[in-house]
């Protein structure tokens, strides 16, 4: 930063003197020329003339907002404290395990991470466990072992990379090199190397990360279910959570119930639910990760899981179908005093059924009705019986229905039995008829 303002500020005090007014006791006068120039009229007319010097200023203002985002850096070394199995690489062989280059020491050649003479492409990295916007990486290679060429690159899922910064014809056995602001946030860091500088292998001294700000965890709370809450065993419990993130995105949400884990969900709103299979006392609770792999614990609800009432523990879920083994009754609504007593009842509903098809198997169907014994009431006995009764032989009255209801399918049974009975009636009839018409003919041809 200090290089860049010797650099620049005797620019800048040029374009101040030499574009300024002149103050003296006669009053301001137009500012004078520099180098001979004519004096500029305004500040319009210097830009017009001096296009070089609008360049200029743009490259100024770039090269600010770059010293700004440079010298947010922390002096911290992240590498501090990460335990030994954070650093991964290409070879992990004995002492020359991939921690010793990243070690709170300087380095050196008995405490470093090596290639065990292997040159062409190896690799060497960091898992940080949460991501960070790395603004400074220096590297201390050995003086003979260093890369001719290599690749910083960062990821938060060891599948999808995004490469920071490519070096090539490398000379330098020690460097320090500044990362954008704009490189993005990692959990994972590995340096790829290619082409050593005695080709015979590499070997890493030290390698320290500097970030300008840490990563903020998201928030997650559950919403469902509430702590304390009861549900009876094969119950589906709704477990719901609210997650969000001020600083990248959300990645994901998992759903626990003590240490196992249920579901893992991509998508708000975040929703799974769980059907315990044995009773007990579970603590239910979510885990919220970011896309830079912070994450963050909800609350716990604890909950209870009671077993099913009698009268519900032989129903079984099979696939789309509700299973019953037991041999009670289902009633639907309050249950109808003209259910009681009905040894055979098994479904009960107190209210309206709307179906597009219903399928009775009946017993007794009325086709004997034709069989050639079958004994039809003389038609004066019915009409006696209808005088009586106000309905017809064998049908229930309204009171009767009224009161006990009425047997789809006997009911069904009795009404086509009174259709095929007074087709026989008809059919009787129509034979008398055709018998007086054929006296009636007898009785005129005789008269003739």
């Known amino acids: 930063m200090n290089l860049f303002r010797q650099r620049i500020s005797p620019i800048l005090l040029y374009i101040r003197v030499c574009t300024a007014p002149r103050v003296s006791a006669a009053?301001?006068?137009?500012?004078?020329?520099?180098?001979?120039?004519?004096?500029?009229?305004?500040?319009?007319?210097?830009f017009k003339k001096y296009t070089m010097y609008r360049t200029l200023l743009r490259i100024i203002v770039l090269l600010l907002i770059a010293a700004k985002?440079?010298?947010?850096?922390?002096?911290t070394n992240?590498?501090?404290?990460?335990?030994?199995?954070?650093?991964?690489?290409?070879v992990t062989s004995d002492n020359l395990e991939p921690w010793r280059a990243f070690d709170t020491g300087s380095g050196s050649d008995t405490t470093k991470w090596g290639s065990n003479g292997a040159n062409g492409f190896q690799w060497v990295g960091l898992d940080f466990g949460?991501?960070?916007?790395?603004?400074?990486?220096?590297?201390?290679?050995?003086?003979?072992?260093?890369?001719?060429e290599y690749l910083i690159k960062g990821s938060t899922d060891y599948v999808h990379w995004t490469s920071i910064k490519y070096v090539t014809n490398n000379t330098k056995s020690s460097d320090t090199i500044a990362i954008s602001s704009t490189a993005g946030n990692f959990s994972v860091y590995e340096i790829d190397l290619v082409n050593s500088s005695n080709g015979a292998g590499y070997k890493l001294y030290d390698c320290k990360f500097y970030s300008r700000a840490a990563n903020q965890s998201p928030d997650v709370s559950l919403t469902a279910p509430a702590n304390g809450a009861s549900y009876i065993l094969g119950t589906g419990i709704p477990i719901t959570a609210a997650a969000s993130d001020t600083d990248g995105g959300m990645r994901k949400v998992e759903f626990y119930h003590g240490d196992t884990l249920l579901l893992a969900d991509s998508t708000a709103p975040y929703v799974y639910t769980w059907t315990p299979t044995v009773t007990g006392t579970f603590r239910v609770w979510a885990k919220a990760y970011d896309i830079y792999g912070a994450t963050s614990a909800s609350d716990t609800s604890t909950?209870?899981?009671?077993?099913?009432?009698?009268?519900?523990?032989n129903w079984l879920l099979n696939g789309n179908n509700i299973n019953n083994s037991n041999s009670g009754t289902v009633f639907i609504g309050a249950v109808p005093t003209t259910s009681r007593g009905d040894t055979a009842l098994k479904l009960s509903v107190n209210g309206n059924i709307y179906a597009k098809k219903l399928t009775v198997t009946q017993l007794n169907w009325a086709d004997y009705v034709f069989d050639p014994g079958y004994k039809l009431l003389p038609l004066q006995e019915v009409e006696t019986f209808i005088q009586q009764n106000k309905h017809l032989p064998e049908m229930p009255s309204a009171k009767q229905t009224a009161s006990n209801g009425l047997s789809v399918g006997d009911n069904q049974a009795l009404l086509l039995k009174k259709i095929e009975e007074l087709t026989l009636y008809i059919i009787q009839h129509d034979k008398e008829i055709a018998n007086l018409k054929n006296?009636?003919?007898?009785?005129?041809?005789?008269?003739k």
């Open 27 to 46: 009053g301001i006068s137009a500012p004078t020329s520099c180098s001979g120039e004519q004096p500029f009229n305004s500040i319009k007319h210097f």
């Open 69 to 75: 985002s440079y010298s947010q850096c922390n002096s």
């Open 78 to 90: 992240l590498t501090a404290g990460l335990p030994q199995s954070a650093a991964f690489g290409s």
């Open 130 to 148: 949460q991501a960070f916007d790395v603004c400074t990486i220096t590297v201390k290679w050995s003086t003979t072992a260093y890369p001719v």
């Open 303 to 313: 909950i209870t899981v009671t077993p099913a009432p009698a009268y519900m523990r």
């Open 439 to 447: 006296q009636l003919k007898e009785v005129r041809k005789n008269k």
